[in-house]
């Protein structure tokens, strides 16, 4: 379809763009490039104003930037306006602190005088997804442009309109033009981007073949990238753990954004004895889930974000089942109009299978039994990705084990792995590296300067 708004709920074309000519993004680069020379130079207390009024139209607009959302790929519209205020939150965490934590940092050497200075490096590419189409937008754009940086992003070809949105937010906040801009063009013209020596670095959120695909593009070029790619987060469950208060988050962990989250639970691993009441809860609680259209408040699961997403989680579904796995819920393609798919469980699945090693980006869990914590860490760890993991237990042994031993980048004990502007974000193995939010993410593409005087 090209670079256009489809309505997840119906197949509606609601509206299409044309992609940007040459001549287009040749302007755009070189407007970039004149406003960093400026930009570079304004106090943190002018960029904070700025970033402050960003969050001010947000929150003043947070439904009908809802909506946008919402109409584009297909969330809830209550979670939908979530995600605006979540934007207006991390704008003024980075308000408030990107002085701070880019002040000089002294040193005691044989200098009479060291210390490290934070500087910008100029454009960067953010690549970005459909899933979360503000807030993983934000939560680049407020660390960077509180740095110094200018932004260019190529947003996914589904959310042209919250992409031209976020263009013009931070153009009414006040930051001078060509300090965030918007490019309107396909995945095959982010490599040439890439060579541009504009562009002085690249931001990814996405899946592990565009992560792998930036990555040769900024290794050839030489210039720092940040990925963050995809995750099939365990959630493991030991007897030790408040069962009610597991399942009840078990079930936001992995419905969240219609299931289409990289660090939502999508693998859980119950211990022992409680796993059939774990089970018999769990179902329970998918069974009482509403899907529907996305825009009413009842409304608990909307539908995927496209039809190729659709398709192939039906794939994976009827793979898995064929390797042997067992439909406890859902498991069928529902009627009617829209990309709409069940909640569902499987269970009984082959740790040989393919699907014990995959991501499933829909509303679809995997149940696996183990009969102890040895076990459930090894289950958790046995899989290419490594970005979240959740783990509930009330013994304080058990909690130091999992801190310790699980692989990802994050670990929750007795909650739901979520961002946090006030803490890092990132995995490690297939999920990518580097890190967002927090002091690290707005050190990610800075100059760390050492600064040595006599």
């Known amino acids: 379809m090209g670079i256009a708004t489809v309505n997840p709920t119906n197949g509606e074309l609601i509206q299409s763009f044309d992609p940007l000519t040459e001549a287009e993004i040749e302007q755009k680069l070189a407007r970039a490039q004149v406003a960093f020379e400026q930009y570079r130079r304004s106090p943190f207390a002018q960029r904070s104003q700025w970033m402050n009024q960003a969050a001010e139209i947000l929150d003043a607009r947070k439904e009908e930037f809802g909506k946008l959302m919402t109409l584009e790929m297909g969330k809830t519209l209550k979670s939908a306006i979530a995600e605006v205020e979540k934007c207006a939150l991390v704008c003024r965490y980075y308000a408030e602190h990107a002085e701070q934590f880019l002040a000089d940092v002294p040193a005691q050497t044989d200098a009479s005088n060291s210390f490290v200075r934070y500087q910008p490096l100029g454009a960067v590419l953010a690549v970005m997804p459909w899933n979360f189409p503000f807030w993983q937008v934000f939560r680049f754009a407020a660390p960077a442009l509180m740095a110094g940086n200018v932004g260019l992003l190529k947003h996914a070809s589904n959310v042209p309109q919250c992409a031209l949105a976020i263009e013009q937010i931070f153009q009414q906040a006040g930051f001078p033009a060509g300090v965030f801009q918007t490019l309107l063009i396909g995945a095959e013209k982010v490599a040439a981007l890439m060579s541009d020596d504009r562009i002085k670095a690249a931001t990814l959120t ?21 990925l963050e790619l995809g995750g099939s987060d365990p959630f493991v469950v030991l007897p030790s753990a408040n069962l009610e208060a597991a399942v009840s988050t078990a079930v936001t962990a992995r419905m969240l954004n219609n299931g289409q989250s990289c660090i939502a639970a999508k693998r859980f691993i119950v ?23 996305p825009m009413l ?17 039906v794939h994976q579904v009827q793979a898995g089942i064929s390797q042997g796995a067992r439909v406890l819920v859902g498991g069928q393609l529902l009627e009617g109009a829209g990309n709409y798919y069940p909640p569902t469980i499987l269970t009984d699945i082959p740790l040989d299978s393919e699907i014990a090693q995959e991501e499933f980006f829909g509303p679809v869990a995997m149940l696996f039994r183990v009969p102890d914590i040895e076990s459930a860490i090894h289950l958790a760890n046995n899989i290419p990705f490594g970005l979240g993991a959740s783990a509930w237990t009330n013994d304080a042994a058990e909690r130091e084990r999992l801190i310790n031993e699980l692989e990802a980048g994050a670990v929750f004990i007795n909650g739901l792995v979520k961002s946090d502007p006030r803490l890092p974000f990132g995995g490690i193995k297939r999920s990518g590296f580097g890190r967002e939010l ?7 593409f800075v100059n760390i300067k050492t600064v040595w005087i006599k």
């Open 206 to 226: 996405g899946s592990e073949p565009a992560g792998a695909s930036l990555a040769a593009a900024s290794g050839k070029e030489i210039k720092k990238v940040v």
């Open 271 to 293: 211990v022992g004895e409680i796993a059939d009441e774990f089970e018999t809860r769990l179902v329970e609680k998918y069974k009482a889930l509403q899907v529907g259209d």
């Open 297 to 313: 408040p009842d409304t608990d699961i909307g539908p995927l974000a496209t039809p190729a997403i659709l398709k192939d989680l």
């Open 438 to 444: 927090g002091i690290q993410g707005i050190h990610e």
